[in-house]
């Protein structure tokens, strides 16, 4: 699996979280989509974290080569702010345990 982390500030008006919801609906439709997650700070309530999970690099590639992700991410830009990147997961807890990968480097 495979994560982007997108970091924006915007203001908790809904002009950000329209465009995000259109970005999130457009990434849905593409094959490798695993989920998302769309969260705002707590400790400043401008600062928004976007989350997207794909099954692989490939689905990741394809996905945000789609046309109609590529015009939902650029009305996303405007509030793109550093601290974002591309993460391959190798670890998880989702059964109650966690378990490293075993090509990990640790």
């Not at 809904?14 to 439709?29: I, K, P």
């Not at 997650?37 to 789609?66: H, I, K």
């Not at 966690?98 to 640790?106: E, F």
């Amino acid at each position: 699996m495979l994560l982007t982390v997108t970091r924006f500030v915007a203001d908790t008006g809904s002009e950000f979280t329209r465009a995000a919801d259109v970005a999130l609906e457009a990434l849905a439709a593409q094959p490798g989509y695993l989920g998302a997650d769309l969260a705002r700070s707590t400790d400043d309530p401008t600062v928004w974290c976007l989350v997207v999970r794909y099954a692989d690099p490939g689905s990741m590639r394809r996905a945000q080569g789609a046309y109609p992700v590529k015009v939902a991410l650029l009305t996303l830009q405007q509030w793109t702010t550093t601290g974002g990147g591309v993460f391959e997961v190798l670890a998880g807890d989702t059964t109650g345990t966690s378990d490293l990968r075993p090509d990990a480097v640790r």
